[in-house]
């Protein structure tokens, strides 16, 4: 199995706080992701990264930034949480090689009450 | 952009059926296809992979053959077992065009009964 750990696995927070999910790997692949799973929406890709300091927004960014400071970590937070983030989120790596698949953590369910 | 379009579910089989799962996408350059399986409170793992027209992915029976002529990557099993029950997603990905970007499918939710 790849080596791709999330944390935390699980978080209820209040509307209006910051939420910071981790996601941390030991490939050293290029490329990270973060996801939203949420029903009859399938994955949605929130921000990414393609090295070190180098991060883009993905189709659903609105309400989230993300930093990666180094090659393992990268970040995701919820600046102000609200409800409509209640989601699963999950990361993903991959290496920068054509046909490469992406490599999956466990995902952090997050529930903003 | 790109995009994945997959056979809506749920999808419920007996033990033993045959099993068709279709998928078929938009892309404008020559995307590496995917289909992933998610078991209940896991993330996706992959299943199974096509990097060109006309290469056929297999894994645990599975099969699906990347037709560019369709543009198509519809997933098949002669005879599903009750552990297949799972969701599955087709995916796409172009390394040379969006930074290697995962584009997905709704997901298919299949259960299987014995």
């Known amino acids: 199995d790849a080596g791709i750990t999330q944390s935390p696995r699980h978080k209820v927070t209040e509307t209006g706080t910051p939420v910071t999910l981790r996601c941390h790997q030991t490939?050293?692949?290029?490329?990270m992701y973060w996801y939203r799973q949420d029903p009859g929406h399938g994955l949605r890709l929130i921000h990414y990264?393609?090295?070190?300091?180098?991060?883009d927004k993905g189709e659903v960014s609105d309400g989230y930034s993300v930093s990666r400071s180094k090659t393992e970590d990268f970040l995701l937070t919820l600046e102000s949480a609200t409800s409509s983030q209640t989601s699963v989120y999950f990361c993903?790596?991959?290496?920068?090689?054509?046909?490469?698949?992406?490599?999956f953590g466990q995902g952090t369910r997050l529930t903003v009450v | 952009g790109d995009s994945v379009t997959q056979m809506e579910g749920p999808v419920t089989l007996s033990e033993e059926a045959f099993l068709t799962i279709n998928c078929t996408y938009t892309?404008?350059?020559?995307?590496?296809l995917f289909w992933y399986v998610q078991y209940p409170g896991e993330g996706l793992q992959l299943l199974l992979k096509?990097?060109?027209?006309?290469d056929k992915g297999s894994n645990k029976g599975f099969e699906a053959t990347y037709r560019k002529e369709t543009t198509s990557f519809h997933l098949e099993k002669g005879s599903v077992q009750v552990s297949d029950s799972a969701v599955y997603f087709c995916?796409?990905?172009?390394?040379?065009?969006?930074?290697?970007?995962?584009?997905f499918g709704d997901g298919t939710t299949l259960t299987v009964k014995p």
């Open positions: 096509a990097t060109k027209a006309d």
């Open positions: 995916a796409l990905s172009d390394l040379s065009v969006n930074a290697g970007k995962s584009t």
């Open positions: 993903a790596i991959s290496e920068s090689v054509t046909g490469s698949e992406a490599f």
């Open positions: 892309a404008t350059g020559y995307p590496s």
């Open positions: 490939e050293n692949h290029r490329y």
């Open positions: 990264s393609y090295g070190v300091k180098d991060t």
